[in-house]
């Protein structure tokens, strides 16, 4: 009876992690969208709204990254900077070339 118990419960948190995936991934792209069309204040608000609503998932570590780079192509120097290094602090070790490109970016923004 307890293995069954144990098992339900790992299948429903599996479903419910697949679930944030799909919805921060689904925020990701609007996201993403509104960058494209030049709507840098509505990308940066879902930008946030995605890493606050689904931190921990794979479209937040994603959101975060582009939230930076939003603010450094807009030359918020300050903002850049706060947004990659909590993307360092946060995802350093999942993917080293983004981590490199974010060290960089900051040594940029500071000069």
Do not use: C, P
């Not at 697949?18 to 608000?45: C, I, S, Y």
């Not at 070790?93 to 983004?98: M, S």
């Amino acid at each position: 009876m307890a293995v069954a118990v144990v098992i339900a419960g790992g299948l429903y948190i599996s479903s419910a992690s697949k679930q944030a995936e799909a919805g921060g991934d689904q925020m990701l792209g609007q996201a993403m969208m509104r960058a494209q069309q030049n709507d840098l204040q509505g990308a940066a608000v879902s930008f946030r709204a995605v890493i606050d609503e689904y931190g921990g998932t794979t479209a937040a570590r994603e959101a975060q990254y582009h939230l930076a780079n939003l603010y450094f192509y807009q030359r918020s120097w300050e903002d850049a900077i706060a947004a990659y290094e909590r993307y360092i602090d946060r995802y350093a070790d999942f993917d080293g070339g983004r981590t490199a490109g974010a060290w960089w970016a900051i040594g940029d923004a500071r000069q």
